[in-house]
């Protein structure tokens, strides 16, 4: 059984539960975030790692049940065109050809466009004016942490942590029952109850066991996304690359 197999069959016992992606990022960020991720030359796209990426990102959402919205698979298609047409034999020297445009010209003056526009509501959202609006409320017994910078994490940054927790996932045999299953609901006050005690942020890794089976760790991570969802917790790092951590709000 596939692991897009496994998860469904989960989700399915969790009564379909489903997350909608409108809140999150596009796939626009997802490609910028690939970008970023492999340093690559935005005007220099490896057109087939990225397609290849892009997929996997695809079906670790398809795995977790998330509603993946129309344009995610329409980005899809369009990866997988240009790739067909990268694929292409190229012409012999001397034979007569027009000038064709690449054909990744127009998926990155897309990406240049909205990452311009993403650098725009950025730099806007960081106006001190706009504090009570845009900037997250803390926690006063977090004064300490507090004094260091925050960088928000992406969903596709949750998704690559999520991948990672999943290469360590405890297999549970096809034929084990389990009578006491935990829902997502029950483990999204779990992880409220746990967020109280700590008093302070804790990294995400702890909110996964040593040894947690694949279903564990799945419902864990859906729950985290429905609190993000509810602007019950934020999700940070303290520098590019460092441990994802969690706070409440």
């Known amino acids: 059984m596939s692991d897009g197999d496994r998860g469904m069959g989960?989700?399915?016992?969790?009564?379909?539960?489903?997350?909608?992606?409108?809140?999150?990022?596009?796939?626009?960020d997802l490609l910028l975030h690939l970008i970023r991720k492999n340093e690559i030359d935005i005007f220099n796209i490896p057109i087939v790692l990225i397609t290849e990426q892009y997929m996997e990102y695809l079906r670790l959402m398809k795995t977790l049940n998330l509603d993946i919205a129309g344009e995610?698979?329409?980005m899809a298609s369009t990866l997988l065109h240009i790739k067909s047409k990268m694929l292409l034999p190229q012409r012999e020297e001397g034979e007569e050809e027009d000038q064709e445009e690449d054909p990744r010209a127009e998926l990155v003056r897309r990406l240049l466009e909205y990452q311009k526009y993403?650098?725009?509501a950025e730099e806007l959202i960081a106006r001190p004016m706009l504090d009570r609006d845009v900037f997250v409320r803390l926690n006063p017994q977090e004064s300490e942490e507090a004094q260091e910078e925050r960088i928000e994490v992406t969903l596709f940054d949750l998704l690559e942590a999520f991948r990672q927790m999943l290469t360590r996932a405890r297999e549970e045999p096809a034929h084990e029952v389990v009578l006491d299953r935990i829902t997502v609901e029950e483990r999204i006050q779990e992880i409220l109850s746990l967020l109280r005690e700590e008093k302070k942020s804790i990294a995400f890794h702890l909110l996964f066991p040593e040894g947690a089976s694949r279903r564990m760790i799945i419902v864990t991570f859906l729950a985290i996304l429905e609190?993000?969802?509810?602007?019950?917790?934020?999700?940070?790092?303290?520098?590019?690359f460092e441990t994802i951590r969690i706070s409440p709000l």
């Not at 609190?227 to 590019?240: C, E, S, Y």
């Open 227 to 240: 609190l993000v969802k509810m602007r019950w917790i934020r999700v940070f790092q303290i520098a590019p």
């Open 10 to 28: 989960i989700m399915r016992e969790e009564s379909s539960y489903t997350i909608r992606l409108e809140g999150f990022e596009g796939p626009l």
């Open 72 to 74: 995610y698979l329409l």
């Open 118 to 120: 993403k650098m725009a």
